[in-house]
């Protein structure tokens, strides 16, 4: 018999891969008695994993939603597979859905075997994604970066600049900032005494130093400011838009790049963050409803624009037709 605690952990995996166990197969599966299956079930319940328990003939075990999220319990394919989606989300251009997904993705990634790691770069490095528009940083580097951020502990790395050759650099990193579907790592370069930003997919082999450090005043209102003043990058737009039309029918033709918040069954807002205005007016236009522009004023402007050019190529005198 297995000890308590890899019985637990085999328990835990068994139901994470049913809905419903009947405890009498449950308790075979684990060669124990029910008796000792129940003990097992409230070890679970007090590390907080919420299984419910049915009584009768149909009676059993399942793992049910709970108020708090517990340890998840992965295999090897889950596990990549989870890795390389968090990566996925942390560069869509989502707002709000960047620094939490790169937390996640470095929580996964910190505890997977090598083995998964080089898995998980081959997968994303391999793998053309919607989400993922700009270069594939390798999900090591990103999260390399982000925990020596975290840390407030020196880096070295190896960077290769526009029509420059490598250069080792060492930094004190202060945030990973995504902007435009790239990756910058905001920092004080130690060696030229002053701030740089450094996209992450020409940086190689970053390595903590182990030396802690004080963190400096950032010259700019904050890190995205920075990137957004040192590339040369305009500030994205926030559109926001009054859809006259159910919000899982603006999702099907916006999908992941807007925010959708029901207001009704016919009506929805919908929120989308880009530095070009084309793509918002023609994911709105996509949509095929009435909609109302809520801001800014430049988007509103856009739109009228856009609308009079199309009834200018309507109304245009008749020509003759190409041969």
């Given at each position: 018999m297995a000890n308590t605690?890899?019985?637990t952990l085999t328990l835990l995996s068994l139901l994470q891969t049913h809905r419903h166990w009947p405890g009498m197969e449950l308790a075979e599966r684990l060669g124990v008695s029910e008796r000792t299956l129940r003990r097992d079930v409230d070890r679970l319940r007090e590390l907080g994993y919420p299984v419910s328990a049915a009584r009768g003939t149909d009676g059993g075990y399942q793992l049910a939603p709970g108020a708090v999220l517990p340890p998840l319990l992965l295999?090897?394919?889950?596990?990549?597979?989870?890795?390389v989606g968090i990566g996925d989300a942390a560069q869509s251009g989502i707002a709000g859905m960047q620094e939490a997904s790169l937390r996640a993705l470095t929580k996964v990634v910190q505890v997977l075997p090598p083995r998964l790691?080089?898995?998980v770069d081959a997968l994303r490095e391999m793998t053309l994604s919607v989400a993922a528009s700009g270069p594939v940083v390798a999900a090591g580097v990103l999260t390399a970066v982000a925990q020596a951020c975290r840390d407030q502990e020196r880096l070295?790395?190896?960077?290769?600049a526009r029509r420059s050759a490598p250069t080792e650099r060492e930094v004190e990193?202060?945030?990973?900032?995504?902007?435009?579907?790239?990756?910058y790592l905001v920092a004080y370069d130690l060696a030229?005494?002053?701030?740089?930003?450094?996209?992450?997919?020409?940086?190689?082999?970053?390595?903590?130093?182990?030396?802690?450090?004080?963190?400096?005043?950032?010259?700019?209102?904050d890190a995205a400011a920075f990137v957004q003043e040192a590339s040369g990058a305009p500030a994205p737009y926030t559109v926001q838009a009054l859809v006259h039309a159910p919000a899982i029918r603006v999702r099907q033709a916006v999908g992941q790049w807007g925010t959708i918040e029901p207001l009704d069954h016919g009506t929805c807002r919908i929120t989308m963050t880009s530095i070009s205005l084309d793509w918002p007016t023609q994911a709105l236009?996509?949509?095929?409803?009435?909609?109302?522009?809520?801001?800014?004023?430049?988007?509103a402007a856009h739109v009228q624009d856009w609308g009079a050019r199309f009834t200018r190529a309507t109304s245009a005198p008749d020509r003759p037709s190409l041969p």
């Open positions: 605690s890899s019985r295999d090897d394919e889950e596990a990549v597979a989870l890795a790691r080089a898995r070295r790395f190896g960077y290769t990193p202060h945030r990973v900032v995504a902007l435009g579907g790239r990756w030229r005494h002053d701030w740089r930003s450094f996209r992450l997919d020409r940086l190689t082999e970053p390595a903590a130093t182990g030396t802690r450090f004080r963190p400096r005043p950032l010259p700019a209102e236009g996509n949509v095929g409803a009435e909609f109302e522009v809520l801001g800014p004023p430049e988007f």
